[in-house]
């Protein structure tokens, strides 16, 4: 049977299967596709999404995005946190 | 003028033949006969056109999808265009082999109905014996394939006492998600009303087993819920609005804002053979009907709550009220909203079981069978 999934800095977050990022030339913005559902992400969580590679832990997304944009690291942290654990709930996050 | 947008996604109907025979099936109660549909050349035009116009998404439905046979190469179709490709499906054609082979061709995702959560239920108000021993071999390979899943389970008064079950049996077939809807009373649903429509108290207890089992599985399974409409105050915001948000394509090619949209006799659609999809989208007289504001009588037109709900459904109003332009009857301002739930109150309390299957020949001679408006 399946678990609630919490994230954590050492969750290794991803796409799952029937999930997919799409850049929407049309309308220019990118989305989140999966079942029934449609996401358009605002920048912020597309550059936390783009960075959810299935190889890459909260942690390193963490620190390459503080690095990035030269903000404090436990400020991403809870964000990047939030919107993990939300997109994980909604189930078009794996981790 | 309200801004058009062309649609995020569309429900391509690919046939209206289908094994089962469900009493609440939203296809029309004239069902187009297999002659009749869309050649594999035309719907891959339709699905490359929709593509172009900023489509994202496509549903294939029915009917039964698979019992096309050019169902992968219309999947392969939409995939190599980019497309998000759903199956909406009653699962009992397919075969482990088939799926694999539709999830070759790029399927995304699936979704598969279910009457009941056990086996009499299920198969005889699918009217289909042994479906539901088949249905659950499908999800099965389903999961095995990889593929996501979601379980369908249309639900009324001769279910509901199962909601607790259809859940569990969802989670034990491990779907990422299960959409529990009440019957939308049109077309096929409309006819059977006596037969569906639940009492109060079975809706109530079905909302509150929805909202614990929401609590208990968040993030394991997302339940989706649709309300039903005939005990509610205020209608809902039916296709985010006519020919806003969606559309939909029949077996025939007929382009229509709701799946429902045929059960208003008065309308006639242009079909994808005819006009461009964009043409029809933007100019045909059955999305502008009904499209916006403009054509709103009171008391929507003067309601605050007109960009949220656009005045309800206009299936419903005609089904309800013999004229489509109407307020929903849903609505608490509708001249007709008591005696519609007078109606409601009334049917949920008979104890009528039997069903007028979903047949060709019982769509054609249901004509004189269809519950009168009630005004
Ligand atoms: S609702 Fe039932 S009869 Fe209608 S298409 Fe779906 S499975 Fe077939
Ligand atoms: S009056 Fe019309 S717009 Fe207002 S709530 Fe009722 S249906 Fe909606």
Known sequence: MTERTTITEDSVPGLPVGVKLRFDKQRDQWVILAPERLFVLDSIALEIVKRCDGKASVGEIVNDLAGTFEAPRDVILKDVGALLQDLADKRILAA | ?375
Request: proline share 5%.
């Open chain 2, 1 to 375: 003028m309200t801004e058009l947008n062309f649609p995020l996604a569309i429900l391509a109907e690919l046939t209206h033949r289908c094994p089962l025979q469900c009493p609440y099936c939203s296809n029309p109660l004239a069902l187009e006969a297999s002659s009749a549909e869309l050649s594999t050349g035309q719907w891959k035009a339709v699905i490359k056109e929709a593509a172009e116009l900023g489509v994202l998404q496509i549903h294939f439905s029915g009917g039964e999808p698979t019992a096309r046979r050019d169902l992968e190469d219309l999947v392969a179709a939409s995939a190599a265009e980019g497309l998000y490709t759903n199956l909406i499906t009653a699962g009992v054609l397919l075969s482990k082999e088939r799926l694999a082979a539709l999830a070759e061709a790029g399927l995304d995702h699936l979704q598969l109905s279910f009457q009941d959560s056990e086996a009499a239920g299920c198969d005889r108000i699918g009217n289909y014996k042994g479906g539901f021993e088949k249905k659950l071999d499908c999800a099965r390979w389903v999961k095995e394939i990889g593929l996501p899943l979601t379980l369908n389970m249309v639900v009324h008064r001769q279910n509901l006492e199962h909601l607790e079950e259809m859940l569990a049996l969802a989670e034990k077939l491990e779907a990422q998600r299960v959409e529990i809807a009440h019957v939308q009373y049109y077309g096929w649903a409309y006819l059977n009303r006596a037969s569906l429509m639940p009492t109060r108290a079975q809706l109530e207890r079905a909302t509150e087993i929805v909202e614990a089992a929401r609590a208990r599985l968040k993030g394991v399974m997302v339940i989706d819920y649709v309300v039903p409409d005939y005990y509610a105050r205020r209608p809902k915001s039916c296709m985010g609005g006519w020919g806003r948000q969606f559309l939909n394509i029949s077996p025939a090619g007929k382009v229509l804002p709701c799946h429902a949209a045929e059960s208003i006799t008065s309308l006639t659609f242009d079909r994808v053979t005819d006009r461009s999809l964009r043409d029809i989208w933007e100019n045909s007289e059955a999305f502008k009907a009904y499209r916006g504001t403009d054509w709103m009588p009171e008391p929507c037109r003067s309601c605050e709550r007109k960009e949220i709900d656009w005045g309800g459904c206009r299936c419903q109003a005609f089904a309800l009220t013999g004229e489509a332009g109407n307020v929903d009857p849903a609505c608490g301002k509708s001249p007709v909203h008591e005696a519609m739930q007078a109606l409601a109150t009334a049917e949920s309390a008979k104890d009528e079981t039997a069903f007028h299957y979903r047949t060709r020949k019982a769509g054609e001679a249901a004509a004189e069978k269809v519950p009168e408006p009630l005004a």
